[in-house]
């Protein structure tokens, strides 16, 4: 992604970075977002999940934050080191040009690997250059108390819980609860700053210079070695490939887990209720990433998503309660109480900030059907699954079988009561569509004739109850007229033909109520209570679903240019949140697994479609 200008950077001018000028970096185990001033306002430590230590972005004056930046008015410009995850942050002042790299390096189980070490360094290029930083942790979302001392040239913070070393090559100098460092830069000089957690085996420990420049390159020949695995030689290879290492840094290196994505309530719309924790593993998510990951070429990552769900999401049907959650934590844990931190003030003042999610105790029947579909990929395109697998598999497709009929509370999550949801009742189609198939391909053992009898009534009820004569279209649930961007899916999932005359009808409605310059609204808050107050802005993952669903209908050129619109609304850096505002602002937790492996698979199936 080529460099733009992301305005300019005057120490104090503003107390809120909007959601998309940050960039991501992390090491499969946590991430941190850093701003285009060149402050880190999200961290979390040690994990993705854990309580921040950095949390700027949901409050100014509580969260804590880690700036680092030109002490002199100066435009910055932002970009990754190309096909890495590693993140210039470049400042232009009068007197010259100088950069921050902000990086953290993906160790394996060592010891070492227990520091969480995230470097940044900051080099003068041209002329000199003044910088300022300030390192102002606030331990467990700003509500737990530390000290701060020096022990030799290592600051070290301590809280009851988690204790951080910052070293640096320039002098520390303590204030408060906080430390400081003003240090000039001549052209070919820099400064370093480590920040490890410390405790236990880990002993606060100096980063020279030559340690951070040999962990940057170490740092970078990790990503392009792993990028370089990639299948994709499409088109969109510069846009495809930001997604695929986006979606990598989303995921948990010592499970398999992929997250959500790596924030919690960043806001739907400003001044808005609409804030979630998305920092856990939804069944939904991670096995369409599998999808997405499977297609580039990346099989290690899908074979440890398998591992996650053998190890920590065995199905146990017994009757009563439904075998999988909607959301594991990226430990496998399944308590995600949701609860409200009053003591923050949220994004832009977007209260609640929430950490948990009560949507973990939802029904949602549609996670069924994607998490089937993966296994059925990662069966054909990756290796075959286990016997044990198989046995897994079963019990999910004959509780499918004797539970396809209930009301949920859908795909969306609506807190406005459960409903007779279609697109529900197709990935239930697809999760015993999809057993049939393996079980067939394979030669393995199953109820074919109760599987077949349940698969025709799922598709029979859906033709039937799930098309609105009067709208022309395939509604969002059984006996109305209300549409719903999710039935996109028809189509991609194989349930329906993409150039049927009832589909091609519904794929016009769905143009004329939910698009708006190629930008799809899941569905209309006022014509279908959510329970929610507020509304929402397009959502992102639908905006790429409508263009796969036009390329496999035929629009192609519609559908590309729907592709190039939609690629406008990314950041500077190619990152997407979960939806866009009516001004263009992402809105939501950022950056979205959902959008970005969407992204993969439009950019797939239009170059495909394109020749």
Known sequence: MSTTPTGTAVPGATRYVPIAEHGLIGDLRSVALVGTEGTIDWYCCPSFDAPSVFAAILDAERGG????????????KQFYFPDTNVL??????EDGVGEVQDFMPVDGGSVEAERHRLIRRVVCVRGSVPFRTRVAPRFDYGRRPHTVRMVGDVAVFESEALSLGLTATVPLEVDGLDTRADFKLSEGESAVFALDQVGGEVSPRRCARTEAEEQFATTVAYWRGWLSRSKYRGRWREMVHRSALTLKLLTYAPTGAIVAAPTTSLPEQLGGERNWDYRYVWVRDAAFCVYAMLRLGFTEEAEAFMKFLTQ???PCADGHSAPLQVMYGIDGRTDLTETELPHLEGHQGSAPVRIGNAASDQLQLDIYGALIDSIYLYDKWAQPISSAQWDDVCTLVDWVCEHWDQPDEGVWETRGGRKNFLYSRLMCWVAIERGIRMANRRGLPADLPRWQ????????????????ETRKAFVQHEDDDVLDAAVLMMPLAKFIAPTDPKWLSTLDALTQDL????LVYRYDPEASPDGLRGDEGTFSICSFWYVEAM????????????????LTYANHLGLYAEEISHTGE????FPQAFTHLALISAAFNLDRALG
């Not at 390329?551 to 939609?566: C, H, I, Q, S, T």
């Not at 992402?586 to 937790?589: E, H, L, M, R, V």
Request: proline share 2%; glycine share 4%.
């Open 551 to 566: 390329v496999r209908a035929g629009r192609v050129d519609e559908a590309r240019l729907a592709f190039e619109k939609m």
């Open 586 to 589: 992402q809105q939501g937790n």
């Open 515 to 518: 698009v708006s310059d190629s």
């Open 453 to 468: 009898a349940c698969r025709d009534t799922i598709y029979r009820r859906i033709m039937k109850r799930g098309w609105s």
């Open 88 to 93: 210039i942050t470049r400042f232009f002042t």
């Open 65 to 76: 934050c880690f700036e680092l930046s030109a002490s002199v008015p100066a435009r910055t």
């Open 312 to 314: 920590y999401v065995s």
